[in-house]
């Protein structure tokens, strides 16, 4: 079954811009090779991201300039647990998403098909000046997947990074290698959602392949300077069993490495699955202690409240590094070098001589 959707673009809306990566195929489509959905559309159709689709002989992107919504958050939300502990991130993201996730928790943005949901409007530079004006150390490209809108993503990237502002890019991975290269030279830092660890549970549950998604995640260990954690929402009775938790944290220690936090965060009941109950809290620590009885030295449960689960200690003496109740942050045992001050041994990840305060508090920012 086709992808692509049928909604005629406006080529006379600011907010449709030319891509790069498609081509025309022997019959006359033209297929995106943004992402390995591969959508093959013809004209007036659009791919399942909704906003990229053909125009002319062309694939444009509809929704440059525009958002959702700006926010600053603490950097723990997204969640960052190793990247520049009690900052703000100015937060924001568009509509669409190139999965069709049936547990999705931002349905409301990710699957919109309106664009009037994005009221939002701000330019690149706009963006990086409210967060140097608000004081936030990174912006993050999140709520829905920012590969989608890869053109503005890239834009603002850069004028934050003549800001001094580094980039976040909360994704699922989910994208062909050549756009994939240069979305992430941008990016400083990343989340990554391993939906699962099963090509049954992908398909059948995002509309996906997992093959893809391993293959991001080990180029940017591998070959980029990007700082990378995973998260894993976990579904009870899809993704959370013992063997299936098993064979994902062993795969992460082998091919990533044991310095790459887990973050096991707990499913709520939405959108297509409101028929499944809340995770249990015994569900996270479980796989929590799966991953570091594997040889992951940071594995966190979140949207639940454990402070042990979501604070960090020295992998080596055991000793309190980070302690996190919520996204509040409390004893903090590192020096200025980022080190245990019981052992001196170096935690992985990027930190400052001091945590920043910005605590557990949300704020609206509206563009100026």
């Given at each position: 079954m086709s992808d692509a959707i049928h909604a005629p673009i406006n080529l006379h809306d600011p907010g449709v811009v030319p891509t790069r990566y498609w081509h025309t195929l022997p019959d006359g489509k033209i297929q995106c090779d943004l992402c390995p959905r591969a959508c093959k559309l013809q004209?007036?159709?659009?791919?399942?991201?909704?906003?990229?689709?053909?125009?002319?002989?062309?694939?444009?992107?509809?929704?440059?300039?525009?958002?959702?919504?700006?926010?600053?958050?603490?950097?723990?939300?997204?969640?960052?647990n190793h990247f520049l502990p009690g900052s703000s991130v100015l937060s924001f993201g568009t509509a669409g998403c190139n999965l069709a996730c049936k547990f999705c928790q931002n349905w409301d943005i990710s699957k919109s098909r309106e664009m009037d949901t994005l009221m939002d409007q701000a330019s690149p530079q706009a963006i990086a000046q409210a967060a140097v004006r608000t004081?936030?150390?990174?912006?993050?490209?999140?709520?829905?997947?920012?590969?989608?809108?890869?053109?503005?993503?890239?834009?603002?990237?850069?004028?934050?990074?003549?800001?001094?502002?580094?980039?976040?890019?909360?994704?699922?991975?989910?994208?062909?290698?050549?756009?994939?290269?240069?979305?992430?030279?941008?990016?400083?830092?990343?989340?990554?959602?391993?939906?699962?660890?099963?090509?049954?549970?992908?398909?059948?549950?995002?509309?996906?392949?997992?093959?893809?998604?391993?293959?991001?995640?080990?180029?940017?260990?591998?070959?980029?300077?990007?700082?990378?954690?995973?998260?894993?929402?976990?579904?009870?009775?899809?993704?959370d069993s013992d063997a299936e938790l098993q064979a994902m944290t062993q795969w992460v220690v082998e091919q990533l490495g044991p310095d790459v936090p887990m973050h096991f965060t707990a499913f709520h009941p939405d959108y297509k699955m409101r028929d499944i109950p809340t995770t249990p809290a015994a569900t996270l620590q479980r796989a929590r202690r799966i991953a570091m009885a594997n040889g992951v030295r940071y594995a966190y449960t979140g949207n639940v409240h454990d402070t042990e689960g979501g604070s960090t200690a020295c992998h080596h003496c055991g000793e309190l590094l980070i302690e996190r109740d919520w996204y509040q942050l409390g004893a903090w045992g590192l020096n200025d070098q980022g080190e245990c001050r019981n052992c001196g041994t170096p935690l992985a990840g990027h930190f400052q001589p001091k945590p920043g305060n910005w605590g557990a508090k949300r704020l609206r920012v509206t563009m100026t």
């Open positions: 004209e007036g159709q659009r791919g399942l991201c909704f906003v990229r689709g053909r125009a002319g002989n062309a694939v444009v992107m509809t929704t440059y300039g525009r958002s959702s919504g700006f926010a600053l958050d603490p950097i723990e939300k997204k969640p960052l004081g936030a150390q990174s912006v993050a490209y999140t709520y829905n997947d920012p590969v989608i809108f890869h053109e503005y993503a890239i834009d603002v990237a850069q004028a934050c990074r003549e800001q001094g502002i580094r980039n976040v890019a909360v994704t699922a991975g989910y994208i062909c290698a050549e756009p994939r290269e240069e979305f992430f030279r941008h990016m400083d830092a990343a989340n990554v959602d391993l939906k699962g660890f099963s090509e049954d549970f992908y398909y059948k549950t995002t509309g996906a392949h997992l093959q893809p998604v391993l293959e991001t995640l080990m180029w940017l260990k591998r070959e980029t300077p990007v700082w990378l954690e995973l998260t894993t929402l976990l579904i009870p009775g899809l993704n």
